[in-house]
């Protein structure tokens, strides 16, 4: 039958489906990625298991990286809700608070295969670090932890005159090598992980807690 709604409609429609299959496109890669491994699986194989045309695949994705960039925009979005949750209710320690980003950030990346997976991930935002998605994502993250410096920092946890985006952008770098270890190492595990954050994190807390004394001491030393 011929449509005979408004022109609008047709094209919402038609938009829509074209969004789905994008998704389920993403969907049945990533399962093959995690199954089979990023390197052995072709954009022929999605399409087979996908159960589509390969053109159509190379019609919404030029290269499997493109899956890859979408995987990661899609993933960073979906926990964008819980990293806000966990700003918005702080436990009272920002060393406890820290590590449930952290944590959030790790997400349900347990198995071998999910963890090879990000790192290929890890590898194409290196290699892709002029992508402004891959840098609004580094921001927004950094973003969470300096809020939270802020929080205690106004509290009185934290030396006020510590500079809450450089500790925010330090803490930023300890949590992605701390991850992309994660991601190398099948044996640890994701509360082992989280204890070796702990530990770093208390290290520099007890500077961060009030650096006056240090301030004062390489003073009298000059």
Same mark, same amino acid.
């Given at each position: 039958m011929p449509h005979r709604g408004k022109p609008g409609e047709?094209?919402?429609?038609?938009?829509?489906?074209?969004?789905?299959?994008?998704?389920?496109?993403?969907?049945?890669?990533v399962r093959l990625f995690k199954k089979?491994?990023?390197?052995?699986?072709?954009? +022929?194989?999605?399409?087979?298991?996908?159960?589509?045309?390969?053109?159509?695949?190379?019609?919404y994705f030029p290269t499997k990286r493109d899956i890859l960039i979408e995987f990661?925009?899609?993933?960073? +979005?979906?926990?964008?809700?819980?990293?806000?949750?966990?700003?918005? =209710?702080?436990?009272?320690?920002?060393?406890?608070?820290?590590?449930?980003?952290?944590?959030?950030?790790?997400?349900?990346?347990?198995?071998?295969g999910e963890r090879a997976l990000w790192l290929e991930i890890m590898a194409v935002t290196v290699r892709e670090r002029g992508d402004e998605r891959f840098r609004r994502y580094r921001h927004m993250f950094t973003s969470y932890f300096e809020t939270l410096l802020s929080h205690f920092q106004e509290a009185g946890n934290i030396s006020p005159s510590l500079d809450v985006a450089l500790a925010a952008h330090i803490i930023h770098i300890v949590h992605s090598e701390n991850f992309e270890h994660f991601c190398m +190492?099948?044996?640890? =595990?994701? +509360?082992?992980?989280?204890s070796l954050a702990r530990k770093q994190l208390e290290l520099l807390f007890r500077a961060w807690a009030d650096d006056k004394p240090m301030v004062d001491a390489r003073r009298a030393r000059k």
């Open positions: 047709a094209l919402g429609l038609r938009d829509r489906k074209k969004a789905q299959q994008r998704l389920d496109l993403i969907e049945v890669a089979r491994g990023y390197e052995a699986v072709r954009m +022929e194989d999605i399409a087979s298991k996908a159960e589509v045309s390969t053109k159509t695949v190379y019609n990661l925009v899609a993933d960073r +979005e979906r926990a964008i809700s819980e990293f806000e949750r966990i700003i918005e =209710t702080p436990l009272g320690n920002p060393i406890d608070d820290l590590v449930r980003l952290m944590e959030a950030d790790i997400g349900d990346v347990l198995l071998p +190492e099948p044996g640890l =595990t994701v +509360e082992g992980a989280l």
